[in-house]
Each structure stands twice: as structure tokens, then as C-alpha cells.
């Protein structure tokens, strides 16, 4: 529990030396008790005396954190990400549980205001401070504060400076489309019915005068000859009946540059109440913020405090970035099969987003995440040249560290601003306004982040929607009602493309989800698949993989490890696509041992990645970004994301890291499979996504044997890759593959006139036919799409015999070993 010696608030205080006085409550003091529903209060917890000790026998707790986490960490649960656990712990959710802390108060508090400040509890809760009710709040996402004068307790005295400050913590909800916004969906194909919950932010005590600071945002917008006009917008509280003439001193400095310091010092009347005070504040050789790709990430600090007489009331201060986002159409479609611009703009130069979903937070169970996950993750982002992450619409905003990371990172953000994860919202009007009001919430508690470039309203909320019509009337108001608290694009909904957004009113050519090589598994091979895609814009790629096998033995216990057993299942192992999709990408399901099973789903997902991001970005200016989804998962399964939950790396990782090199030599072809008799022929191509032209280029390919053996090798000379491009350099052919029996490869290298290697890329290809391939691939997705038929998707039972009756087996013990059908143990 760390009290942040700051300057005390009613004191006269230079600003330079000035700073808001709080008390951070997090940490590990906290204690949790379980009680049923309803029973808390009538037993009387809330009541418990502050100088009691009687929750030295509760549970010990720790916030930030989550009740499970809590659990486990006390041996109450087994660890629910281990095996199946997570079944055993369901009967957490229908309890209420009651965190209490005491704390001690010295500090003389007159003249003070004392404020509690929650910053995000998950999902509802009733607050009381030495028995003292504070009040209620629903939503996890908004903040919420308490004054706390007439409740708290200070004094130099051991006993009389002990304060009690009791949370109870309601069963969270258990149907998402009463809550739908304001907490994160618990469905969804790569979590299990278990719903999180807990105090999952800090709460603070902030202490201020009789005038206070409610927010700050920095509205900047970009001028000529450099300069930058930053509107000073400020929120501010005057608590007393009178008006007050208060002096507000704003400092703005360079914080990742030295700059000079740009002081602004004046006064307004404050009346009673809320009110907004707004001042313009010129910066000249204004240093701009730009994503790592086209720039330097410059970030600024503001500090602000205001005082009446001298004295000081209440300080903020706010990192901010001079930024400015718009939009621009794509070329080549028209406005009778697209709505909205969709190419995305940063202080005027145009951006290819090489992205891919968060999936984050770094955890669903809070209480395990930690700063140097976040740390870790966007580091990693960042080293596979991305150049910006999709906060999409299952997930939360992320907390104020992810956006301080981006910041720094010079990595951008698309944001679903909250999480709607189902399209059947009620029509009732307090409950449309309750939604919004927490998406504003959201926005204002971020916006200030030069990170943040884009907004989104939905996700995938058409897919689900029983009622278009209000569907997209309810999102575009909560885009309009955004879009009055901050200056960048919104969209309202991803895909766009589904029959009920065209019910709706939108275009045909909207935006792809590109999830049908996975749902639709065997319909097409890889090549034939993505080579069809011709959008604006892809806000989802999707294919699955396993974590390393020592990520597995993390959470799957030791006898299911191999062959799969049933914990595979439970972690969203779907065996049979798994099996097909290492059928098209090698020519066989790589079902010999666990390692070489484990490395094919990952080299798998890495190629079908690789090969689909070079179409698109083949195709800009068309297409103007991708994102992948995943990039992480929340917790341990065998899904989409190319970082695991322990935050390993898959082999994909470094197959989007190549594809997503800013300056890119790939290589187009039709298919991955060769006959003999054929000449290989391919295209050579250079994607440009930086402002950097390079002259008196050099390329060279290379054509090998699975030993490395050269078969063929070329170079050609390039006059010249202009910036932001692409373009084709040359047609390759070469008829070397009569004596070959399994692969071969393409190795391409791109040098600059100092012959210096900027650029690297490598193709697997294929010995075999591919139509008799494809109709072999089309069998198994056949067999796939019959059991879908009998089994419901997530039901996992279907990958194995026993559970299910088939072929003869019978599951009749425990004892019994349970393996996946497809999945042979060698003798």
C-alpha cells in the first residue's frame, strides 16, 4: 500500500515542484471471504468495526487481481487453466465475494477533499468505509469514485487512524446481451464457460482541495510551417457554493526529446459544479508522432495544476503525442460496394496496417498478468514488424500500460472501443444509454494516447443479429457519440460483408473476416482460397496451431499429452481441422510423434499467414491493411494466436515476421504443388511500405533441393522501388524439377546499391498434383463438415471414440485411456 509523497494539497507549492497527493491500495493486505448471495449484508460484514481483527482469518487477496486467482493461490481451486479444472471451478460464479482492507489514515485533513477512485471492477459491487455505505456500480470498463470525508478516519492515534473498506462483489452475470459492453464476452471458440470477475484495477485515495481536476484532454491538431495549436481541454470541479477565481498553470515539454518548455499561466472563474475550461496553447517546431515505420515516436508531457490564492487545489499530469488520423478512399472500389474510406492517414502519409488481433489481455484471470507480460508482448509485436495492434470486440480496452508501451513503441492501435460480443442488444433506452455511456467512458480515459487511430463499434455484431435495422442504428450512435469526444475515424461494425449487414444497407466489399479456410476447412487449398480475396480492408485472418510442447506440458496433464487426450479438447484442439490443414500445407497430417504434429500446426499456420498477407499487401493501395488473429491468447489453447500464454513463440511467429518486413520481396504463384513435367513459374514482386525510395537494387533467387542443393539461381538488376508501392520486378521460370520426389524451395534476397541484404524471403513448395490434392483435401473437410452435422463445433467429445460410442469403443472408467481418433501410437 504505497502513499506517493506528493505535494499536500492546501499548501502553497511552486507548480514545478507540484504533484497530486494519493494513496495507491493495491498490493497484497487485502482479504476475501465467500458468502451466498444476499447473505453478506444480513450477516453484516459491512459492519465489521474498522479496529477489528477479525478478517485476519479471511482469505488473503491480492488487487489488482481476480477471484480465481485469489482461489488458487490459496489452494481453494485447483489451477483452472491446468487439464479440464476449469469445470471444477464453475461453482465459484454463483457465490458473492467480500474483499476487505484496513488501512491507517495520519495526514490532517482539513481543508482537503478525500476521494476514492476505483478504476476498473469487474463486474458489480456495493462499497462501505467504516460501515459507511459509499454506493453501487455496474460495469467493468467505466470508473467510478466516491467522496469520502464524512466516512474516513484520521488521526495520529494507531486504533483511531484505522479504517475499514469493505467491497462486495456480486455474481457476475451469466447472459452476456444484458451486459453486452460493459463486460467482457465469456464465450467464443477458445474460452470455456467459466465468467471472470474481481477487482481488477488499482483503487486509490486522492487527496485535493475544495477545486479539483476531473480530466484533461490534449486536443492537438497540426498547423503549417510546424507548428501545432493544442487545445488544453479541462474538466474541472468547483465543490464549494461560491464561485472561485482560480489560476491554472500549464507546463508542455518534450518527455522522449529534449525540447523547451512551453509555460501558460491564467485564471477563470470557477462557478459551483462541473465545467469545462478550454485554452489554446501554440507549439512551434512541433515534433510529431509517428508509428516506428514512418517515424520517430515523439511524446510530450503536460503538466497542470490549478490554485486559488496561492494555494495549491489539485495537479494532473498526461502524456499526449501531436497526431492527427483521417482517411482516405481506397482505389478501385466503388461507393456501390464500399461505405466508408478505409485507408488510414497519420499526419498525411498513408499507412499500410500490418496488424493483428490483441487477443489480450495477457490473461483472462487478471491477478496473472503483469507489467512485464505487457512489456514482453508488445516488444514482441513490435520485432515482427508490426505496426499496429487490433483491440477487437471480444476483448477489453487494455489498461492505461498496454496504450504507454504503443506510445513509446511508436506502435498503433485499432480499437473496438468496447466489447460487444453479441448483436441482440435490448432496445430499452436505459439500457442503450447505459452502454454507450461506458464506450465514453473508455474513450475519454484513453484518448489521450497518440497511439490510439482508429475506432470500431462492433464486432461481428451483424453475424448474430436478429434485428439489423436497430443493430446499426445503435452503433451508429455510439460512433457519433465517440466521435464528439475525440477527432479520429470510426467504423461501426467488422465484417460488413454478412447477408444481415446487407440487410442492414451496407455494400458487398465492406471488409472480410478471413475465416472460411478454417470453418469452411477443406473447401479450398490455401493458394486457391486467399488468391480470391479482393477487399478494402481485412480486419481478420484466421488459422490455428499448437503452443510448443513446452508450453503444453504447462497445462495438459502428462497422460494426455500423447496422443491427444481430453484435455486438448477442452483447450479448443480441433483434431480433425488440425490433421487437414497439415494435409495442405505438407502433403500428409504429421501424426507421428508429438513434436512432429506439434511443428507442422505451427509451420502450417505460418505458411497459409505468410502467403496470404503477401496477397494483400500485393494489393495495396487497394487493400490498405491485415490483421491476423491472433497474436496472443489469453489463456493456454490450441487456437489462433503465434504467441502462446507463456508468451513462447510459435514457428509462425517468424514466418509474419517475415511477411511483415516493411520492405518485402516475395513471391506470387498459383500453386504450392508441381508436377515433374512442369516448368515452375512465379512472379518476383517488392512491397514498399516506407517513405524511403531505394535506386540500384539488386535481386537474387534461388531455387534448391530439400539439401540445400541449388537447382537454379538469377539475379536482377532494379533501377529503382519507389516508396509506398508495390510492384512487379520480373517473371521467374525454370524447368528443373523432373528429378525431384518430395520439395523444393524459393529463396529471394533484396539488396540495396551497397549491397547490403534488406530484404529475405523463403517458399516451401510441393512435389505433386495439386487437383488430386484438392479433392483429397475436399474429402476431409467433407468428413469434417458430416460430424459438424451430429456434433455442435465446440462440442469436443466428437474427436474421440470413447465418449461418443463410435466404432465400437466404450468409455466405462476413469481408469480407461481416452486418445483422439485420428491419432496412432506407432508400435
Not at 129 to 152: M, Q, R, V, Y
Not at 438 to 451: D, F, L, Q, T, Y
Request: charged content about 25%.
Amino acid at each position: 500500500m504505497a502513499v506517493s509523497v506528493l505535494a499536500q494539497p492546501g499548501s502553497e507549492v511552486s507548480h514545478k515542484d507540484n504533484s497530486q497527493l494519493s494513496q495507491d491500495l493495491s498490493g497484497f493486505k487485502w482479504k476475501m471471504k465467500m458468502m451466498l448471495p444476499g447473505e453478506g449484508v444480513k450477516a453484516g460484514l459491512h459492519e465489521l468495526p474498522p479496529e477489528d481483527i477479525e478478517t485476519l482469518v479471511w482469505n488473503s487477496a491480492q488487487v489488482p487481481g481476480d477471484v480465481y486467482t485469489d482461489l488458487w493461490k490459496i489452494g481453494a481451486i485447483e489451477d483452472p487453466y491446468f487439464g479440464r479444472n476449469s469445470v471444477k471451478a464453475q461453482w465459484v460464479m454463483h457465490y458473492e465475494w467480500w474483499y476487505a482492507l484496513q488501512f491507517n489514515v495520519t495526514q490532517d485533513l482539513t481543508d482537503q477533499l478525500v476521494r476514492l477512485d476505483f478504476e476498473g471492477v469487474d463486474y458489480a459491487c456495493d462499497v462501505w468505509l467504516n460501515g459507511h455505505f459509499l454506493g453501487s456500480h455496474e460495469g467493468a470498463f467505466s470508473g467510478f469514485s466516491f467522496d469520502i470525508n464524512k466516512a474516513i478516519r484520521s488521526s495520529k492515534k494507531n486504533l483511531a487512524s484505522t479504517n475499514m473498506l469493505m467491497i462486495r462483489l456480486a455474481p457476475p452475470p451469466q447472459v452476456n446481451a444484458k451486459v453486452a459492453g460493459r463486460k467482457t464476452p465469456w464465450f467464443g471458440d477458445y474460452w470455456r464457460d467459466l465468467i471472470p470477475f474481481g477487482i481488477y484495477r488499482p483503487i486509490k485515495m486522492v487527496y485535493t482541495g475544495k477545486t479539483r481536476i476531473k480530466d484533461v484532454y490534449l486536443r492537438p491538431k497540426i498547423e503549417a510551417n510546424n507548428t501545432a495549436k493544442v487545445t488544453l481541454e479541462i474538466e474541472v470541479e468547483n465543490t464549494d457554493a461560491i464561485a472561485k477565481n482560480i489560476t491554472f498553470t500549464s507546463t508542455i515539454q518534450g518527455k522522449n526529446f529534449t525540447s523547451k518548455e512551453i509555460k501558460t499561466t491564467f485564471t477563470e472563474k470557477v462557478a459551483p459544479g462541473k465545467q469545462k475550461i478550454k485554452k489554446d496553447i501554440v507549439i512551434k517546431d512541433a515534433q510529431l508522432w509517428w508509428p516506428w515505420d514512418l517515424g520517430k515516436p515523439n511524446l510530450y508531457a503536460s503538466k497542470l495544476s490549478i490554485s486559488e490564492n496561492k494555494i495549491n487545489n489539485d495537479f494532473k499530469e498526461t502524456v499526449f503525442g501531436i497526431r492527427e488520423v483521417t482517411m482516405a478512399w481506397n482505389p478501385g472500389f466503388t461507393k456501390d460496394e464500399v461505405s466508408f474510406p478505409r485507408t488510414t492517414l497519420i499526419n498525411g502519409k498513408k499507412i499500410f496496417l500490418r496488424s493483428a488481433c490483441w487477443g489480450g489481455p495477457p490473461d483472462i484471470f487478471t491477478g496473472r498478468s503483469s507489467d512485464e507480460k505487457y512489456r514482453k508482448l508488445i516488444q514482441l509485436a513490435k520485432d515482427a514488424n508490426m505496426n499496429n495492434i487490433r483491440i477487437f470486440g471480444w476483448h477489453p480496452s487494455e489498461i492505461p500500460l498496454f496504450y504507454e508501451l504503443c506510445n513509446e513503441a511508436g506502435m498503433t492501435v485499432w480499437n473496438d472501443v468496447i466489447p460487444l460480443g453479441t448483436g441482440n442488444l435490448s432496445h430499452e433506452e436505459a439500457f442503450i444509454a447505459t452502454t454507450i455511456a461506458e464506450g465514453v467512458a473508455v474513450i475519454k480515459e484513453r484518448r489521450n494516447n497518440p497511439s490510439l487511430i482508429m475506432m470500431e463499434g462492433g464486432e461481428e455484431m451483424f453475424l448474430r443479429s436478429g434485428d439489423p435495422a436497430f443493430t446499426r442504428s445503435f452503433l451508429e450512435r455510439l460512433g457519433k457519440t465517440l466521435q464528439e469526444q475525440v477527432d479520429l475515424p470510426y467504423v461501426p461494425d467488422s465484417p460488413l460483408t454478412c447477408e444481415a449487414s446487407l440487410e442492414a444497407g451496407y455494400k458487398p466489399k465492406e471488409a472480410a473476416h478471413a475465416l472460411a479456410y478454417f470453418y469452411n476447412m477443406g473447401f479450398a487449398p490455401m493458394e486457391d482460397w486467399y488468391s480470391r480475396l479482393d477487399f478494402p480492408i481485412i480486419p481478420e485472418l484466421a488459422i490455428t496451431s499448437v503452443p510448443n510442447i513446452e508450453s503444453l506440458k504447462k497445462f495438459i496433464p502428462e497422460k494426455e499429452l500423447w496422443p491427444p487426450g481430453l484435455s486438448w479438447g477442452h483447450h479448443w484442439a480441433d483434431l480433425d481441422r488440425l490433421r487437414a490443414q497439415n494435409f495442405d500445407a505438407f502433403g500428409s497430417e504429421k501424426t507421428g510423434s508429438l513434436q512432429e504434429f506439434v511443428n507442422a500446426t505451427q509451420d502450417a499456420q505460418g505458411i497459409i499467414f505468410q502467403l496470404s498477407i503477401e496477397h494483400f499487401r500485393r494489393n495495396k493501395p487497394k487493400t490498405s491493411g491485415i490483421s491476423l488473429c491472433h497474436f496472443i491468447t489469453y489463456w493456454p489453447d490450441m487456437k489462433w494466436g503465434i504467441v502462446d500464454n507463456y508468451q513462447q513463440t510459435k514457428r509462425s511467429y517468424n514466418y509474419v515476421k517475415t511477411a511483415y518486413q516493411p520492405l518485402l520481396i516475395n513471391l506470387k504463384f498459383n500453386k504450392r504443388r508441381w508436377l515433374n513435367n512442369e516448368a515452375f513459374t512465379g512472379e518476383i514482386w517488392v512491397v514498399n511500405d516506407l517513405y524511403t525510395k531505394y535506386n540500384k537494387c539488386v535481386a537474387n533467387y534461388t531455387i534448391t533441393d530439400g539439401n540445400d542443393v541449388v537447382l537454379h539461381k538469377g539475379t536482377f538488376n532494379i533501377d529503382k522501388i519507389e516508396e509506398n508501392s508495390s510492384q512487379k520486378l520480373f517473371d521467374l521460370k525454370a524447368d528443373v524439377l523432373k528429378k525431384l520426389e518430395n520439395n523444393f524451395y524459393v529463396n529471394l534476397e533484396l539488396k540495396d546499391n551497397n549491397g547490403k541484404v534488406i530484404s529475405k524471403n523463403k517458399y516451401m513448395l510441393l512435389i505433386g498434383d495439386h487437383d488430386k490434392a484438392a479433392q483429397q483435401f475436399k474429402l476431409m473437410g467433407d468428413e469434417i463438415r458430416q460430424r459438424n452435422g451430429t456434433y455442435k463445433y465446440s462440442n469436443y467429445n466428437q474427436f474421440f471414440d470413447k465418449l461418443t460410442r463410435e466404432n465400437g469403443e466404450e468409455y466405462e472408467s476413469e481408469t480407461d485411456t481416452v486418445t483422439a481418433r485420428g491419432f496412432k501410437i506407432k508400435k
